[in-house]
């Protein structure tokens, strides 16, 4: 071979040539795979999120974040209203958990035509050296990722059976206790203390907190400092109050 000249120009477009092929492949195929496993994750989560909504619908009851906190001002309450407005509330929540449930179930179906899309204009990536090894690395992903779902999800669910089997799903005031005392709910004893705050991840059963208390103003130079320290970390449900 010749090392000079045009001998040498052809060498390189040759390197050239092949390394480019190379690395567009590479790119292609790491494109290709980050796209289907944020795909596949998002698809996962709303399945899961589907299921254990059908469970709490079934068992009759809610997660925290979809459970109403709603109560009437007035202390002296009987047990047989104290159960039909239970009920009430319960009632709206199942409502919400199955309005998600279509929700969810739609945002299913748009990911799966996104998945077939992904997959008809990636045809040549099945050729690709790689393309079973990294199939099955994501599939890996997304087994343990399922897994981890699953086991937050039944958590949940065991510790919002508890709630409602034991009496404290809903966080009445105490009729002995001061109007205004953030410190006067029902809790059950020996609870746990971390029970009425949920994680602050893509598994939560609800996009947000039902209230209808206004937030209270405050310092803006507090508020400032504070919310980025809390706000993720703060999904305690308020209680309002209704005036007969």
Same mark, same amino acid.
């Given at each position: ?8 120009? !052809?060498?390189?477009?040759?390197? &050239? ?7 567009? &492949? ?38 925290? !974040? ?8 007035? &202390?002296? *309450?009987? +047990? ?13 929540? @199942? /409502? ?5 449930? *279509? /929700? $969810? ?7 799966? /035509? ?9 045809? @040549?990536?099945?050729? #690709?050296? &790689? $393309? ?32 409602? +089997?034991?009496?404290?799903? $809903?966080?009445?005031? %105490?009729?002995? +206790?001061?109007?205004?005392?953030? %410190? ?6 020996? #609870? ?9 991840? @893509? ?16 310092? #803006? ?6 919310? %980025? ?16």
């Amino acid at each position: 071979m010749d090392f000079a000249g045009t001998g040498w120009t !052809g060498y390189m477009s040759e390197i &050239q040539t092949n390394c480019n092929t190379d690395n567009e &492949q590479e790119i292609t195929i790491n494109q290709y795979m980050a796209k289907m496993k944020r795909l596949l994750k998002k698809k996962s989560n709303l399945h899961w999120h589907i299921e254990f909504l059908g469970k709490y619908v079934k068992d009759n009851i809610s997660p925290l !974040g979809l459970r109403v906190q709603v109560f009437p001002s007035f &202390q002296n *309450v009987t +047990a047989e209203f104290k159960l039909m407005w239970e009920q009430t509330l319960s009632s709206c929540s @199942t /409502q919400l958990m199955k309005l998600l449930i *279509v /929700q $969810y179930q739609a945002e299913l179906a748009s990911l799966d /035509q996104d998945i077939l899309i992904l997959q008809s204009n990636s045809e @040549t990536i099945k050729i #690709h050296a &790689q $393309y079973d090894k990294r199939c099955l690395e994501i599939k890996d992903f997304i087994t343990r990722i399922t897994k981890d779902i699953i086991h937050k999800k039944q958590i949940k669910l065991s510790k919002d059976r508890t709630a409602f +089997a034991e009496g404290f799903a $809903y966080r009445w005031q %105490s009729p002995t +206790a001061n109007k205004n005392s953030r %410190s006067n709910y029902r809790t059950p004893k020996n #609870h746990d203390s971390n029970y009425y705050t949920t994680e602050d991840d @893509t598994e939560s059963d609800s996009s947000s907190m039902l209230s209808l208390q206004p937030p209270a103003r405050r310092n #803006h130079s507090a508020a400032t400092s504070s919310t %980025s320290g809390s706000r993720k970390r703060d999904f305690g449900v308020k209680t309002t109050l209704l005036t007969p």
